[in-house]
């Protein structure tokens, strides 16, 4: 569906890239990093109200570079023997660390929109996996299902004891506004940002991982040192939830 919003946004990144291009072109020192490719760069480009957003060599994004950047400092393990359920995987360079391991499954509702090997239709409304994965990803997918509350508790029964669910999800500072598909794709737009989502989330994401029988940890991009959140662009908080062992 196109609309104004999804019009703007896409004519600021293709400009802002544009002039990042130029300023590489006229010699600019490439002073900045992105750990998803690895590459030095002159800066980010915009996308919506972030101004630093994407990388212009690979793209990615600041949750991309926050994985990436978690994961290469080792505060996050790709379980490499384990099975991986990766949802909606859109972002290459965590195709990339996650098909590493032995047991890799990327997957979403609509599997041809995906240019990833051995896509799998998955629809987490109707998970009935058990015990299945030591490791579930999903970036900005929670938003766009029906019911958080049932997935979130399909997920748990599929991750394996001490399995981890690593979700990201669009945040605002207020209290979580539900909504639903009944709504016109346009007001869904103006009250959840975006066409497609049915919810907008707040902090308290984290209480409703908790009441599906997850232990919890929050990892904020705020929380890593100024000079690396700068250097590469951080932002984004991941929620890390974990299964516990049983006794």
């Given at each position: 569906?196109?609309?104004?919003?999804?019009?703007?946004?896409?004519?600021?990144?293709?400009?802002?890239?544009?002039?990042?291009?130029?300023?590489?072109?006229?010699?600019?020192?490439?002073?900045?990093?992105?750990?998803?490719?690895?590459?030095?760069?002159?800066?980010?480009?915009?996308?919506?109200?972030?101004?630093?957003?994407?990388?212009?060599?690979?793209?990615?994004?600041?949750?991309?570079?926050?994985?990436?950047?978690?994961?290469?400092?080792?505060?996050?393990?790709?379980?490499?023997?384990?099975?991986?359920?990766?949802?909606?995987?859109?972002?290459?360079?965590?195709?990339?660390?996650?098909?590493?391991?032995?047991?890799?499954?990327?997957?979403?509702?609509?599997?041809?929109?995906?240019?990833?090997?051995?896509?799998?239709?998955?629809?987490?409304?109707?998970?009935?996996?058990?015990?299945?994965?030591?490791?579930?990803?999903?970036?900005?997918?929670?938003?766009?299902?029906?019911?958080?509350?049932?997935?979130?508790?399909?997920?748990?029964?599929?991750?394996?004891?001490?399995?981890?669910?690593?979700?990201?999800?669009?945040?605002?500072?207020?209290?979580?506004?539900?909504?639903?598909?009944?709504?016109?794709?346009?007001?869904?737009?103006?009250?959840?940002?975006?066409?497609?989502?049915?919810?907008?989330?707040?902090?308290?994401?984290?209480?409703?991982?908790?009441?599906?029988?997850?232990?919890?940890?929050?990892?904020?991009?705020?929380?890593?040192?100024?000079d690396t959140r700068h250097y590469y662009a951080l932002d984004d908080r991941l929620f890390r939830a974990r299964k516990p062992v049983r006794a």
């Open positions: 569906m196109i609309t104004f919003q999804r019009v703007a946004k896409a004519a600021g990144k293709h400009l802002t890239r544009t002039m990042l291009a130029v300023r590489k072109a006229l010699g600019a020192r490439a002073n900045r990093g992105c750990p998803a490719c690895g590459q030095t760069v002159v800066g980010f480009f915009r996308y919506g109200d972030n101004g630093e957003w994407g990388c212009p060599n690979c793209g990615a994004s600041p949750r991309e570079r926050l994985m990436n950047h978690l994961i290469a400092g080792d505060v996050l393990t790709v379980p490499q023997q384990g099975a991986v359920l990766h949802m909606a995987p859109n972002e290459a360079s965590l195709v990339r660390r996650f098909s590493a391991a032995a047991d890799y499954i990327p997957a979403d509702l609509d599997p041809g929109r995906y240019p990833v090997p051995n896509m799998r239709r998955v629809d987490l409304m109707a998970l009935d996996d058990s015990e299945r994965y030591d490791l579930f990803y999903a970036s900005h997918v929670m938003e766009h299902v029906p019911d958080d509350h049932a997935v979130l508790r399909n997920i748990h029964r599929a991750l394996k004891p001490g399995g981890e669910a690593w979700l990201i999800v669009p945040l605002w500072d207020k209290p979580t506004e539900d909504g639903s598909f009944d709504i016109p794709p346009r007001e869904r737009e103006r009250r959840f940002g975006q066409w497609d989502h049915v919810r907008q989330y707040g902090p308290d994401f984290a209480d409703r991982i908790r009441a599906a029988g997850f232990d919890l940890e929050e990892i904020d991009a705020s929380g890593i040192d100024a």
